[in-house]
């Protein structure tokens, strides 16, 4: 767990002014620098000692076998794990000779800081080594945004007490040792010697090198250039070894002197190019980084988010530590999909291993809102990776007997890599969620070529898996059988709520689009008979309501299981999935995650206000909150059903997820959905905003302890800003045509520049609803009161 004292609570930036080698593995996680298409995590620059090396590039693994107990029809045989790519993050550094190791010597002062509007992560240190010499060490670190294959140090040394002599050894290294893992299911398998070495060359202060995988045949290509800067005399020096290769550069250094190191680093790889093209790619992308020079990617990755934050920020007066860690979260899922081009959005991002660098259906349902009215043409590129893997879906589902496609649970590359069952056969809501990111996308884009393009295919074919996979029972009712909703502690369920209205909702999206663009509706083979089929089974679709408690069942006949023992269970068995059999949690009443609340958020029009309130009320005692996912669906419901309060507990507990570590699992990589869920608790919960069928609307209302909360979002070209305090909410259309939205069901006319202020009416009063013994998320207000 991370203090809260780790860090200091600043608006733009995240600081740690002391180095906790307990922490390393956490602070390497939350300090790392991606872009999307390349990650880094915040290793030390000279590399020991360190929690969990990582240096990543997105969409490059290797396979490992998935071994089973038995054979069982439709399983994986293998899986998918991303890798440590060459890292070229090491500046070693030397003093009279004595290795610059913060473990010796006196580390007098140690800070590191991650600038979130600068894009940069920078260090600073004050050392002095066992045999005497001192010396201040600055680095300032970056992935670039603009330039999506670079990465770039700077890297400083000056004496502080007297002539030392200072050896700075930059190097590019593959297949560095790592860590083993734990019996934890959510960390990496780990991979040993994952590359082999093709080729390495050493020119003046350049490397190259190249390497292969063994089994899922990609090659990958690094390759740094350095720029150094000190008195005369500066010795330099480049060599190469098995996997590796460095530039070191020597010298004398009095008082008042510098040496610096500037390390311009390039990465690419390829499952289809050969050696030299990987290797020329590489070359040419550091000579645009060079081209560039440091100053002018510092330029450039500071336009870059500029713009971000002028469409992304969200302002929370009256919570400082809040405020802090919403722009925290908004960098990291920035991070995580800003030049990703295609590629998927890890669960993890590019910050760690954990979940083996797997995309699952967070991405669709908890990260793609977020990016598709703060950075659509991000939401745009991961849904143009699904849409990249399609065969194999209509594959999978053919060899499940269905038609249509079935997306994987958990991929890298498109195919199933799940060897648990339950989900990896079972959790056909996943089909439902892509198209649902789909279907907000161009609601909120107006993308027409996209919406006729890969959104049409991608509706259709998860239509027909809906339309294969349910059935119509005697009295003309659809049902969706034997299926495993988000709730991972309920499996091969019967009408699972969730699966079935989003199932719905996807059936009729389908049906929609394909008679907005008959032409590609007829180049895919869909009839007018097909597509009403799919109307049909939406209409007819099944809807579990339990009439004797007045509430909806997460699943036919859930209510009547009987509930968990939840004042037995120790506070030490959380996560119940490490201490309990499968089999008796999901014959149990016990909540891994929102599931009938999440359904309430995404297909909020399919249930009364009051089915909502006595719904959250009746799942809230039953939720453990065992999942990193949790957190922002309730505090969203919470704040729509009045329990205002409440739904700024689990703001609290979203935000700061890993900032103060809570699921315990940092150390492998940050939770970007997580990280994008406090942005959706603060705008959809405390803003109240929802966008469906071309609809926007807002029903803002703030808890206790919030004064003002202003947030920015992208509508079809215009940029609408919303700011909001307990008494009114101000409505102002800053570019674009004008705009018609709703302000708790009221019509509002928006023109630019026009501003449209509105009062809010005062929230419910309402029984707090009680959590699961020692479940209860922390008190906000009283956490602030103590600190």
Same mark, same amino acid.
């Given at each position: 767990?991370?203090?809260?004292?780790?860090?200091?609570?600043?608006?733009?930036?995240?600081?740690?002014?002391?180095?906790?080698? =307990?922490?390393?593995?956490?602070?390497?996680?939350?300090?790392?620098?991606?872009?999307?298409?390349?990650?880094?995590?915040?290793?030390?620059?000279?590399?020991?000692?360190?929690?969990l090396?990582?240096?990543?590039?997105?969409?490059?693994?290797?396979?490992?076998?998935?071994? @089973? /107990?038995?054979?069982?029809?439709?399983?994986p045989?293998?899986?998918?794990?991303?890798?440590?790519?060459?890292?070229?993050?090491?500046?070693?550094?030397?003093?009279?000779? $004595?290795?610059?190791?913060?473990?010796?010597?006196?580390?007098?002062?140690?800070?590191r800081?991650? =600038?979130?509007?600068?894009?940069?992560?920078?260090?600073r240190?004050?050392?002095?080594?066992?045999?005497?010499?001192?010396?201040?060490?600055?680095?300032?670190?970056?992935?670039?945004?603009?330039?999506?294959?670079?990465?770039?140090?700077?890297?400083?040394?000056?004496?502080?007490?007297?002539?030392?002599?200072?050896?700075?050894?930059?190097?590019?290294?593959?297949?560095?040792?790592q860590?083993?893992?734990?019996?934890?299911?959510?960390?990496?398998?780990?991979? =040993?010697?994952p590359?082999?070495?093709?080729?390495?060359?050493?020119?003046?202060?350049?490397?190259?090198?190249?390497?292969?995988?063994?089994?899922? $045949?990609?090659?990958?290509?690094?390759?740094?250039?350095?720029?150094?800067?000190?008195?005369?005399?500066?010795?330099v020096?480049?060599?190469?070894?098995?996997?590796?290769g460095?530039?070191?550069? /020597?010298?004398?250094?009095q008082?008042?002197?510098?040496?610096?190191?500037?390390?311009?680093?390039?990465?690419?790889?390829?499952?289809?190019?050969s050696?030299?093209?990987?290797?020329?790619?590489?070359?040419?992308?550091?000579?645009? !980084?060079?081209?560039?020079?440091?100053?002018?990617?510092?330029?450039?990755?500071?336009?870059?988010?500029?713009?971000?934050?002028?469409? !992304?920020?969200?302002?929370?007066?009256?919570?400082?530590?809040?405020?802090?860690?919403?722009?925290?979260?908004?960098?990291h899922?920035?991070?995580?999909?800003?030049?990703?081009?295609?590629?998927?959005?890890?669960?993890?991002?590019?910050?760690?291993?954990g979940?083996?660098?797997?995309?699952?259906?967070?991405t669709?349902?908890?990260?793609?809102?977020?990016?598709t009215?703060?950075?659509?043409?991000?939401?745009?590129?991961?849904?143009?990776?699904?849409?990249?893997t399609?065969?194999?879906?209509?594959?999978?589902?053919?060899?499940?007997?269905?038609?249509?496609?079935?997306?994987?649970?958990?991929?890298?590359?498109?195919?199933?890599?799940?060897?648990?069952?339950?989900?990896?056969?079972?959790?056909?809501?996943?089909?439902?969620?892509?198209?649902?990111?789909?279907?907000?996308?161009?609601?909120?884009?107006?993308?027409?070529?996209?919406?006729?393009?890969?959104?049409?295919?991608?509706?259709?074919?998860?239509?027909?898996?809906?339309?294969?996979?349910?059935?119509?029972?005697?009295?003309?009712?659809?049902?969706?059988?034997?299926?495993?909703?988000?709730?991972?502690?309920?499996?091969?369920?019967?009408?699972?709520?969730?699966?079935?209205?989003?199932?719905?909702?996807?059936?009729?999206?389908?049906?929609?689009? !394909?008679?907005?663009?008959?032409?590609?509706?007829r180049?895919?083979?869909?009839?007018?008979?097909?597509? /009403?089929?799919?109307?049909?089974?939406?209409?007819?679709?099944?809807?579990?309501?339990?009439?004797?408690?007045?509430?909806?069942?997460?699943?036919?006949?859930?209510?009547?299981?009987?509930?968990?023992?939840?004042?037995?269970?120790?506070? =030490?068995e959380?996560?119940?999935?490490?201490?309990?059999p499968?089999?008796?949690?999901?014959?149990k009443?016990?909540?891994?995650?929102?599931?009938?609340?999440?359904?309430?958020?995404?297909?909020g029009?399919?249930?009364?206000?009051?089915?909502?309130?006595?719904?959250?009320?009746?799942?809230?005692?039953?939720?453990?909150?065992?999942?990193s996912?949790?957190?922002?669906?309730?505090?969203?419901?919470?704040?729509?059903?009045?329990?205002?309060?409440?739904? @700024?507990?689990?703001?609290?507990?979203?935000?700061?997820?890993?900032?103060?570590?809570?699921?315990?699992?940092?150390?492998?990589?940050?939770?970007?959905?997580?990280?994008?869920?406090?942005?959706?608790?603060?705008?959809?919960?405390?803003?109240?905003?929802?966008?469906?069928?071309?609809?926007?609307?807002?029903?803002?209302?703030?808890?206790?302890?919030?004064?003002?909360?202003?947030?920015?979002?992208?509508?079809?070209?215009?940029?609408?800003?919303?700011?909001?305090?307990?008494?009114?909410?101000?409505?102002?259309?800053?570019?674009?045509?004008?705009?018609?939205?709703l302000?708790?069901?009221?019509?509002?006319?928006?023109?630019?520049?026009?501003?449209?202020?509105?009062?809010?009416?005062?929230?419910?009063?309402?029984?707090?609803?009680?959590?699961?013994?020692?479940?209860?998320?922390?008190?906000?207000?009283?956490?602030?009161?103590?600190?």
């Amino acid at each position: 767990m991370i203090r809260q004292a780790a860090f200091t609570v600043e608006p733009w930036c995240l600081r740690e002014t002391e180095l906790d080698l =307990d922490l390393l593995a956490q602070t390497e996680s939350v300090f790392a620098l991606s872009n999307g298409h390349l990650g880094w995590r915040a290793n030390l620059d000279e590399g020991e000692p360190h929690g969990l090396p990582g240096s990543y590039l997105n969409g490059v693994y290797e396979l490992r076998p998935l071994p @089973y /107990a038995e054979i069982s029809y439709g399983l994986p045989e293998s899986g998918q794990s991303i890798i440590n790519v060459t890292n070229g993050k090491l500046i070693r550094l030397f003093v009279d000779d $004595e290795p610059f190791d913060v473990r010796y010597g006196e580390l007098r002062a140690h800070e590191r800081m991650l =600038d979130f509007r600068a894009g940069l992560l920078s260090r600073r240190a004050e050392w002095v080594s066992p045999a005497g010499g001192s010396v201040r060490v600055s680095s300032i670190r970056l992935v670039s945004f603009s330039q999506r294959a670079v990465a770039a140090i700077c890297y400083d040394v000056e004496p502080l007490d007297g002539q030392v002599r200072i050896a700075v050894q930059s190097e590019l290294l593959a297949n560095e040792q790592q860590p083993p893992s734990g019996g934890d299911p959510r960390v990496a398998a780990a991979l =040993d010697q994952p590359l082999v070495g093709e080729h390495l060359a050493a020119d003046g202060t350049s490397v190259v090198l190249v390497h292969r995988t063994t089994h899922s $045949e990609l090659r990958i290509g690094a390759a740094m250039d350095h720029l150094i800067d000190g008195p005369n005399g500066v010795q330099v020096e480049s060599r190469v070894f098995d996997d590796g290769g460095s530039v070191t550069a /020597a010298a004398v250094l009095q008082p008042g002197e510098r040496l610096r190191v500037i390390k311009f680093v390039a990465y690419g790889w390829s499952g289809e190019r050969s050696l030299p093209a990987v290797r020329d790619q590489v070359w040419a992308a550091l000579s645009a !980084a060079r081209q560039s020079g440091w100053d002018g990617l510092l330029a450039e990755q500071r336009a870059f988010l500029d713009e971000f934050w002028d469409s !992304a920020d969200v302002e929370v007066d009256g919570d400082t530590e809040v405020q802090q860690a919403v722009r925290f979260g908004l960098f990291h899922v920035l991070q995580a999909g800003a030049r990703g081009e295609n590629r998927p959005i890890p669960a993890k991002g590019l910050t760690g291993p954990g979940y083996d660098g797997h995309a699952f259906w967070d991405t669709e349902t908890f990260v793609l809102p977020v990016l598709t009215v703060t950075a659509p043409d991000a939401a745009a590129s991961a849904l143009r990776w699904r849409h990249s893997t399609l065969p194999l879906a209509i594959e999978r589902a053919s060899l499940l007997g269905l038609k249509g496609a079935a997306f994987p649970w958990r991929t890298i590359a498109g195919q199933e890599c799940s060897g648990y069952w339950p989900a990896g056969l079972a959790a056909f809501h996943v089909n439902a969620d892509v198209a649902d990111a789909v279907v907000r996308y161009v609601d909120a884009t107006g993308d027409e070529a996209f919406e006729r393009g890969a959104g049409l295919d991608l509706l259709t074919h998860t239509a027909r898996l809906w339309r294969s996979l349910g059935h119509h029972d005697a009295r003309g009712q659809f049902h969706i059988d034997g299926v495993t909703g988000p709730d991972e502690y309920s499996a091969i369920a019967d009408d699972n709520v969730y699966t079935n209205l989003m199932a719905r909702q996807n059936l009729l999206a389908a049906a929609e689009v !394909a008679e907005r663009h008959p032409d590609r509706a007829r180049e895919v083979g869909i009839e007018a008979e097909e597509a /009403a089929s799919w109307r049909d089974a939406a209409r007819a679709m099944h809807i579990p309501f339990d009439a004797t408690l007045g509430v909806h069942p997460q699943s036919e006949r859930f209510t009547m299981h009987q509930v968990w023992d939840f004042a037995g269970t120790s506070a =030490d068995e959380y996560p119940l999935l490490l201490h309990f059999p499968y089999f008796e949690l999901y014959r149990k009443q016990v909540v891994k995650q929102a599931d009938l609340v999440l359904a309430m958020v995404m297909c909020g029009d399919a249930f009364t206000a009051e089915q909502k309130v006595r719904n959250f009320d009746y799942y809230e005692p039953l939720t453990v909150r065992d999942s990193s996912l949790s957190a922002c669906t309730q505090a969203v419901m919470a704040a729509e059903v009045g329990h205002l309060g409440l739904a @700024y507990d689990y703001l609290g507990e979203a935000a700061l997820m890993d900032l103060r570590d809570l699921e315990q699992n940092t150390r492998d990589g940050v939770h970007i959905a997580s990280l994008a869920g406090a942005w959706t608790a603060l705008v959809s919960g405390f803003g109240g905003m929802r966008h469906h069928d071309g609809s926007l609307s807002f029903a803002p209302r703030l808890p206790e302890g919030l004064t003002r909360l202003a947030f920015s979002v992208l509508i079809r070209g215009r940029r609408l800003r919303v700011e909001v305090t307990d008494a009114a909410a101000r409505y102002l259309l800053a570019a674009g045509e004008p705009l018609d939205i709703l302000h708790h069901g009221d019509d509002v006319s928006l023109s630019v520049g026009q501003p449209q202020v509105r009062p809010v009416p005062p929230a419910p009063s309402r029984a707090r609803p009680s959590q699961p013994a020692g479940r209860a998320p922390t008190r906000r207000l009283l956490s602030q009161d103590a600190s």
